[in-house]
């Protein structure tokens, strides 16, 4: 048998309200009843003091038959069973019961051990420990009360008694009242008690199933539904948002998970439909990849055969250039042919910048490295090239970060990578403003970079990708277009990189990273720069 949420709540509750009503009438019944007790206590003991008091006088006068009468009318009251009169050397001088009138009572029964617990008899003792329950011979429960009769000053100095001054007390008025008035009013008390319990939690169950049904079970109802509808594939449904907290928090929760669903569902059906063409994008990347491994093989070759035409002309280019400038300063030399000398001169020099150009381009030199401040190499770059026409509108603005490490680099080669990029960078701003240099730490701490920012004419998108091709040159009858692709093969000898970034009217950006540990390789790098720049100087 399965139970609905309601029904289950709504029993889990009745359980435990029904176990604190019992648990709270059981104790609510027990101390009613130990009051009633007291309280039934309480008027036997009144009853038998006004006896006492109502039948002083009357002893005093030794007026036995008057004490009797008054006694045997006070028996005759509803509740009472009987009552005896005691005197203290046990004997029952008078009883209702006429049957006992005359016996002496022994110490030891309950109507005398109260006082008589031990061999001196108290002679004052509470009224509780002068109560006693039992049954009497109809099996009806009943309870006795002892009251003691002292002997006051009015008794010792009677003429018409004889008790003498040290007696304390002259008897004992016993009274047997019946509990069965308490106990059928307890019992009228506990059924009542029962039902209001009933009542309460019939009540109580009406409620929670009420409420519940308005609060949790439609709510819940209107989730499930639209679970249902989800698990067919509809997205587009939503839950209200309901009154209660839980609940609100439970549809909101939903309805969040309902969209990210929408979203993800319409992220799969735009990658389906964008998937060849990202297949497309990646085969375009796996093809230029392979590209430039063929450059690379090809640049290789291209070394190789460099190489051999490089050497092969530097003989007779020496040749020339030493014997044209020993006929240049001859002073048998024709005036007039000494300009066509100086063409010679300078030309053959020229070929033999582009032949060193070449050699450098085709060798791989091997760095000497040694620990150096890149900070003190970019200072010795610019001592170098400041000087010169280009840079007389340029400001040179330099920003060192102030943690910079030394590493371990070939200073000499460095040098040369950066005496080109400056140079490249001035001679591209033709109308001059600032050249930035910055020198930071990247954001792992594992690179140093260093960036060469221009205001110059840019670099046009299509350039961008051949600038570091050997022989790729944008300066008309200027330079060979080797020393970008020297540079570079420098920096990959250190274990770095060469990034660029320009745009056409605003300036170029070349960054490299030299790696601090220089067994770090190329893949480990990472390209994005961090670290507070603290300016330096300006030039």
């Known amino acids: 048998m399965h139970f609905s949420l309601i029904t289950k709540i709504a029993i889990a509750t009745s359980i435990v309200l029904l176990v604190c009503m019992v648990v709270f ?18 008027d036997s003991d009144r009853l038998s003091e006004t006896i006492i008091s109502s039948t002083h006088n009357q002893m005093l006068e030794n007026n036995l038959f008057g004490v009797f009468q008054m006694i045997n009318e006070v028996g005759k009251q509803k509740g009472v069973i009987h009552i005896r009169l005691i005197s203290k050397t046990g004997r029952i001088i008078h009883s209702t019961d006429e049957n006992e009138v005359g016996r002496l009572l022994d110490k030891k029964t309950e109507a005398c051990n109260m006082c008589h617990e031990s061999e001196t008899p108290q002679v004052d003792v509470s009224s509780m420990n002068r109560s006693r329950f039992f049954k009497d011979s109809n099996g009806q429960e009943v309870m006795g009360l002892a009251k003691a ?37 307890m019992e009228s008390y506990r059924y009542k008690l029962g039902a209001v319990t009933v009542l309460i939690i019939a009540a109580i169950w009406a409620s929670i199933t009420f409420f519940m049904m308005i609060f949790v079970n439609s709510p819940i109802k209107q989730l499930l539904y639209q679970i249902k509808m989800l698990s067919k594939g509809e ?123 070449l050699l450098d381009f085709s060798r791989e030199k091997s760095p000497k490295k040694k620990l150096s401040s890149i900070p003190a190499i970019m200072n010795a770059t610019l001592s170098l090239v400041k000087s010169q026409s280009i840079f007389l509108n340029i400001n040179i603005v330099t920003e060192f970060a102030a943690d910079l490490q030394e590493i371990s680099v070939d200073p000499n080669l460095i040098e040369q990578v950066l005496v080109n990029m400056v140079l490249n960078a001035g001679q591209s701003m033709h109308d001059g403003g600032d050249l930035h240099l910055r020198i930071n730490n990247s954001e792992d701490n594992k690179f140093i970079v260093i960036e060469i920012a221009d205001q110059g004419c840019g670099i046009p998108e299509d350039n961008l990708k051949k600038i570091f091709d050997p022989f790729f040159t944008t300066k008309e009858n200027k330079g060979t277009g080797l020393g970008l692709s020297v540079s570079y093969g420098i920096i990959e000898s250190h274990g770095g990189r060469i990034e660029v970034q320009s ?4 300036g170029t950006t070349f960054t490299i990273l030299l790696p601090v540990d220089q067994e770090t390789t190329t893949n480990d790098a990472r390209n994005k720069p961090a670290g507070e720049l603290v300016p330096d100087d300006h030039i």
């Not at 104790?27 to 009633?36: V, Y």
């Open 503 to 506: 745009e056409v009217g605003k």
């Open 235 to 357: 997205l587009d449904g939503t839950v209200p948002t309901f009154s209660s907290y839980e609940l609100a928090v439970l549809s909101d929760s939903f309805n969040r998970m309902t969209q990210n669903l929408r979203k993800a569902r319409s992220e799969l059906e735009d990658w389906a439909h964008t998937l060849e063409l990202r297949v497309e994008d990646r085969t375009n990347e796996l093809k230029k990849v392979q590209n430039q491994l063929v450059r690379s093989e090809k640049l290789a070759s291209l070394g190789e055969l460099v190489a051999g035409i490089a050497h092969e002309i530097n003989n007779p280019l020496t040749g020339i250039l030493m014997y044209a400038s020993l006929v240049q300063h001859d002073d048998k030399l024709n005036p007039a042919l000494k300009s066509d000398l100086a063409i010679i001169v300078r030309e053959t020099e020229r070929c033999a910048r582009i032949v060193n150009g």
């Open 149 to 185: 009769i002292y002997n006051s000053e009015k008794c010792y100095t009677a003429a018409c008694h004889f008790h003498p001054e040290s007696f304390k007390i002259l008897g004992v008025l016993d009274v047997i009242t019946s509990l069965q008035p308490m106990r059928e009013l």
């Open 25 to 42: 009438t059981q104790l609510n019944f027990n101390n009613l009843q130990k009051l009633m007790i007291e309280n039934a206590v309480a």
